[in-house]
């Protein structure tokens, strides 16, 4: 077992080991939002595009929330805390689903890009 492999070791420590032991291009690899794998040392591939912003339903079957506009009109922040919540857990059941089956490809990541922020002057703008 290479150090990286190891649970018992810090997550910098077998950060630090893993990304030592990748070449130029295999690092380099990494940086896309399909990340390639990196067959040499167990490392699958990993696809970085998905988003939540109202639930994982691009992933298939999902509980779908209203638009985060209209979410927000609500005011009600402990609503919202248990909405995402249950996002969250959808989403690592969803990664888990497909991972077991080597299921890597858009929308089928564990990492969200959700919610944004609207440090926009016009609050009609929904995406924003």
């Known amino acids: 077992m290479l150090p990286f492999q190891d649970p018992s070791k810090s997550i910098e420590d077998r950060v630090n080991d893993l990304v030592s032991r990748m070449t130029l291009e295999e690092k380099i690899g990494q940086l896309r939002y399909d990340a ?62 497909a991972s077991s089956h080597d299921m890597r490809g858009r929308y089928q990541g564990w990492t969200f890009w959700s919610p944004n922020i609207n440090i926009f002057r016009d609050p009609r703008w929904g995406r924003g």
């Open 36 to 97: 390639l794998a990196v067959p040499r040392l167990g490392v699958p591939d990993y696809n970085w595009w998905s988003e939540c912003l109202h639930g994982v339903a691009r992933n298939g079957r999902a509980t779908i929330f209203p638009q985060a506009i209209g979410m927000a009109a609500t005011f009600d922040t402990d609503l919202l805390y248990r909405i995402g919540q249950a996002i969250s857990i959808e989403g690592r059941a969803k990664y888990n689903a």
